[in-house]
């Protein structure tokens, strides 16, 4: 009895070491159209592809490589999970709503998406793992939501760029980046872990960013764009063609920021900077929305061209706006309650109120009608030919150096007020002042 008993545990400890190896190196392809968790869909090979048998089981993580070939369609109409998927092209793999294809790191590409290969539905794709490879090739369709749940996953270069026609979700602690092309998001992002190294294009209507950006090429497409979220962005370069808004929640802090020519911030937006910002605004932006410099230093780079505010700017108490390059024309109106600091400013706007500290040595009005309002100081004031300026009852000039050249003038009625150790340098040509 004892014997048999040996012999019986015997056989069955070999038949499970028999069975977990069997499943372990089994490799699947499809045969026919059909759902991923029906036999009949697949056939399987247990001496890596030499000889193939109807599967007996379907394929999952457990599973060797698993190709789905063409013309076949294979549905996912349960919870699976599987790696090292290969979708051939002229093949499709549809996911059912509701239902999620999760795709687990192991050896080499994870999920590779032929040239001509579909991935659909309305179910998601989610990647889980510390490294989960994806390959999509010239011509592949993804056009599903993809949700990177944890680790990392990365695309890797195919020589093409990927583009994600589906729903974008980036869980907090999860990582996406991209080792090749440029990858295209052309549904809603949205990220709450880290969109990493690698160049990314924004080609979505919505791109919302709650968690950070460290990648240092993000980039908004030809089209309408609104960011939004709570979290952090190290690049932004707005393309030509771009118009991009920004939602209310969105505050900029030490991000490089570029605007290509012909760029555009839309008009009923505003740009909120914190920390140490730089926008770098090349000819033929079009920056219409509202700057708000809430805190910290922003800085205009220079690009061998005046950057060209149209729309509001807005410098909160204890922020810096500064201009590293050609001077700055504020066309928009302008409320200072901080300080407008190194570089070159043209007042272009009808009304400039400043309750903070203009310590910039080149401050000057334009061809224009302006109004000067405001409690706060100026290190220097220059009215240049063909500006007409009135000051505010509120304003006193006090310690400022204010130079009146040919052809500018001071409005018939209006007030310069001056305290403290004031100078005036006025040059000949017509102008009217009262004092």
Known sequence: MKTFLHATFFFLFTFLLSVNAFSANEQFRSIASGNWNSNSTWQMSTNNGSTW????????????????????????TVNVNADRLVVDGGATV???????????????????????????????VRTQGADVTLSLSSNSTFNVALNIN??????????????FKGLM??????????????????ENVTNNGTLGNGAFLIACALFTNNGSVTSNSLNTDTAAHTIAGTGSFSYLTILSGSVVSFASNLKFNGTSIVINTGGTIANSTTMKTEGNTSLTIYSGVNFNGTLNVISG?????????????????????????QNDGQPVRLEGNVTNNGNIGNGSFYIACPLFTNNGSVTSSSLNTDTAAHTIAGTGSFSYLTILPGSVVSFAAN????????????????ANATTMKTEGNT?????SGETSMEH
Request: net charge neutral.
């Open 297 to 321: 230093t922003t800085a205009t780079i220079n690009t061998g061209y005046s950057p060209i505010f149209k729309g509001l700017v807005i410098i909160d108490q204890g922020a810096t706006m």
């Open 150 to 163: 944890s680790g990392k996953c990365s695309t890797i270069n195919t020589g093409y760029s990927p583009i």
């Open 94 to 124: 549809s996911i059912s709503n509701g239902i999620t294809l999760t795709i687990l790191d192991s050896s080499g590409t994870d999920l590779n998406v032929s040239s001509n290969a579909v991935i659909s539905g309305t179910g998601t």
């Open 423 to 427: 100078s005036l340098t006025i040059y």
């Open 53 to 76: 048998i109807a599967a007996t089981r379907t394929p999952n993580d457990s599973s060797n490589v698993i190709t789905v070939r063409s013309p076949n369609t294979v549905t996912v």
């Open 169 to 186: 979700i980036i869980d907090q602690g999860a990582t996406m980046q991209n080792d090749g092309q440029p990858v295209r998001f052309e």
């Open 395 to 410: 304003l006193k000039f006090n310690g400022t150096y204010i130079t009146i050249n040919t052809g500018g003038t001071i």
